[in-house]
């Protein structure tokens, strides 16, 4: 599996990886068969998706990021970018591409997110990525 893992708010990236890399060593994958790319930023996570799962090499992509809600409708075009890239990145491949960006008003919601109180989306996107490249990959026969 690869990871695209985008650099702004990197220690909370580095949370969200760390996440998903311990709910797949909990499936089974060991740690180091999850593949982390980084970018420079959620915007650029659905074109390093649709690249990695269109390589052959995948059985899915997560897409992990953070996304911080500022002043601006800065928030609403890279969120949505980074939600409907991916979307569309797996429908063009037919390999699963998971969405484990946090799209947070504030830096605290984002860190209970990213391991906090609320959980990890690192993992939860872990979570999706097993179960969609299973089905997919059961019925491709």
């Avoid at 649709?50 to 075009?77: P, W």
């Avoid at 949505?80 to 063009?92: E, K, Y």
């Avoid at 037919?94 to 008003?105: D, I, K, Q, S, Y």
Wanted: charged share 15%; with cysteine.
């Amino acid at each position: 599996m690869a990871a695209v893992v985008a650099g702004f708010h990197r220690e909370l990236a580095e949370r969200l990886l760390q996440g998903a890399r311990e709910r797949l060593s909990e499936a089974g994958l060991p740690p180091d068969r999850l593949e982390a790319h980084w970018v420079p930023g959620a915007f650029e996570i659905p074109l390093a998706a649709k690249v990695l799962a269109g390589s052959g090499r995948y059985a899915a992509v997560l897409g992990l990021g953070v996304v911080i809600r500022g002043e601006t409708a800065h928030f609403d075009h890279v969120a949505g970018a980074a939600s409907q890239g991916l979307v569309r990145a797996a429908l063009d491949t037919g390999v699963p591409c998971t969405f484990g960006v946090l799209t947070c008003e504030t830096v605290a919601q984002a860190e209970a997110r990213a391991g906090g109180a609320v959980g990890n989306a690192g993992a939860d996107a872990a979570d999706a990525a097993v179960v969609m490249a299973n089905l997919v990959g059961a019925a491709s026969g």
